[in-house]
């Protein structure tokens, strides 16, 4: 019986509850927590634990249950809820690893209403109700400061939909302007989508030339409001210097909301 299942029996000790050395290599194996304050790491260590109380995170079959890759979720799924609190995951119940990307049933209605049933490969997906599933592979690819968190994605889904609607736009705290947030993130999407647009014709008249800068996040922000904002989390984590470049109202925003500033802690 692992130190995850004392967890759950209802121990109060969380904190301790984490062995010292698993968590010294947890903090090792995820640079975008590198630099955080010694207090931000404590308190890091007890949101983890609180997490690690609160949700079961399973795995599939083929999936080597390590304690290790447990810790990795809930200290990645921690971080953006260092300030908010773990109650803004009250909706998931369940974390699902599942061994690499995997196939998704999707069935889809066009605007013909014609109804396509296919396969599309995915590497995590957050569902309403229902567990929030991992790719281990993508899990393991997190976390490293390169701009990739299939965790920190996921769990900004679910901060978005805390108000019951997955629509980009979270609950604010007080304090917060929900119109200035709006505009910021309609600013930073239509300039995204630029960018992907000119990318993506670059390609397609195969010229060399660069039209305009590259986009700064993945071209799936683009996919719609909910995306874009998951993206934005995942690049406010993982490259904040990056994303404060290109966006710095966007950030501030972001840092504004999550009580945090990266972007003075990364290792970047
Ligand atoms: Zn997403």
Same mark, same amino acid.
């Given at each position: ?47 983890? $634990?609180? !997490? ?5 995170? /399973?795995?599939? @079959?083929? #999936?080597? *249950?390590? =304690?290790?890759?447990?810790? &990795? ?108 947030? $709006?505009? !910021? ?5 239509? /300039?995204?989508? @630029?960018? #992907?647009? *000119?990318? =993506?014709?670059?390609?397609? &008249? ?63």
């Amino acid at each position: 019986m692992g130190f995850f299942r004392r967890l759950l029996g209802g121990d109060k000790r969380r904190i301790s509850d984490i062995p010292d050395e698993l968590w010294a290599q947890a903090l090792d194996e995820h640079p975008i927590v590198r630099a955080l304050s010694a207090q931000q790491l404590s308190l890091l260590r007890i949101r983890t $634990g609180e !997490v690690l109380s609160r949700i079961s995170i /399973d795995t599939a @079959r083929g #999936v080597d *249950r390590s =304690e290790e890759l447990r810790l &990795s979720v809930a200290l990645q799924a921690a971080l953006p809820v260092l300030e908010l609190g773990v109650e803004w995951y009250r909706a998931v119940r369940t974390i699902l690893l599942v061994p690499d990307e995997y196939e998704t049933e999707l069935t889809t209605v066009d605007e013909a209403g014609v109804v396509h049933e296919g396969v599309d490969t995915i590497s995590g997906e957050m569902g309403h109700q229902q567990p929030v599933v991992l790719s281990v592979a993508d899990v393991e690819a997190s976390g490293w400061g390169e701009g990739y968190n299939v965790v920190i994605h996921e769990m900004a889904h679910v901060i978005d939909a805390a108000d019951g609607e997955a629509d980009g736009a979270p609950p604010l705290p007080p304090g917060m302007d929900s119109g200035h947030w $709006g505009a !910021v993130f309609a600013a930073a999407r239509s /300039d995204h989508e @630029r960018r #992907v647009r *000119r990318t =993506e014709a670059r390609i397609a &008249s195969r010229s060399g030339r660069a039209a305009g800068r590259a986009p700064v996040l993945d071209p799936y922000a683009a996919e719609g409001r909910e995306e874009f904002f998951a993206c934005s989390v995942e690049l406010f984590f993982e490259r904040p210097r990056r994303l404060k470049r290109a966006y710095p109202e966007l950030f501030e925003e972001l840092r504004s909301f999550f009580g945090i500033d990266p972007s003075g802690l990364s290792g970047e």
